[in-house]
């Protein structure tokens, strides 16, 4: 489903270059869980942002079934993500103008969906949040902004969803529930499921686990 293919990237910080990813490869098949883990710092949620297409490397190839991102237009990686990938972010990126039911439903009233509404009080509903459908970002609190981010991570059952740290907000019985969440989407649509996560737990769930060791992607400890 995913493939990076010796994944180089540098960041420039005043007259430094820092080397983020240093060759690193990846492939992940079609309905796969997998956990990355590492130290902060290290690179993981550049290579997210490199796996969906969000952020450019500067060599290496990033082959989404089938398709080499690094051909495809800006706009044409943006129609990409709406229809086919679900992001949540560690900074949930929730429109504050926009209920959260208005933000779940976003993604498909971009695509003309006629039932969006109704799809994103469902999905609150299963993450916990059905009481707070119509409450705005910035009346909720950081664990009910990031339920409601992967809600909209969901809502159009992507093929392949990545989360940078999905659970890092949550209290134990919550974050367990979330957790079950996006694992019963990798189960019932086979979806492919990529995790940037500190959570053992969480990361032992996963089918497998690789580690990002000084840009390169190493086998983890499962």
Known sequence: MITL???HLTYTAGNRAVSVLAGA???VAQGQSVAIIGPSGSGKTSLLLVMTGLETPDSGSVIFDGVDLNTLSNDARADLRRDRIGIVFQNFHL?????AQENVALPLEIAGVANSR???AELLDRVGLADRAGHYPNAMSGGER????????LIHQPALLVADEPTGNLDNQTGDAV???LFELN????????LVTHDAALAS????QVRLHEGLLVPGSS
């Open 118 to 120: 109704q799809r994103a």
């Open 179 to 181: 957790a079950d969440r």
């Open 146 to 153: 990031q339920r409601v981010a992967i809600a909209r991570a």
């Open 95 to 99: 429109i504050p103008s926009l209920s």
């Open 187 to 194: 189960y019932e649509n086979n979806a492919t499921l990529v």
């Open 25 to 27: 490869s990846l492939s």
């Open 5 to 7: 293919e010796k994944i």
């Open 205 to 208: 769930r996963c089918e497998r």
